[in-house]
């Protein structure tokens, strides 16, 4: 930073200009629970409780595809 100083380069010139971090869109449910809607998954990260309970209920994940 010092050296682009020196030389009269603004930091952000350096950098591409722009500083702030990129906003992510919202993603689609993809799943939901068949009896409580209000129990959604968008399918991204580690399964929800009420997830893992309707798998290893014996359930397929298939059935609460949206």
Same mark, same amino acid.
């Given at each position: 930073m010092a050296i682009a100083q020196s030389v009269g380069l #603004? $930091? /952000?010139d350096l950098l591409g200009g722009n500083l702030r971090a990129? /906003?992510?869109g919202t993603v689609a449910v993809r799943y &939901?629970? #068949?009896s409580d809607a209000s129990l959604q998954w968008t399918g991204r990260g580690r399964h929800p409780v009420w997830v &893992?309970?309707?798998v290893a209920s014996g /359930?397929? $994940?298939d059935? $609460? &595809?949206v």
């Open positions: #603004p $930091l /952000k990129k /906003k992510v &939901r629970h #068949p &893992r309970d309707w /359930k397929s $994940l059935a $609460l &595809r």
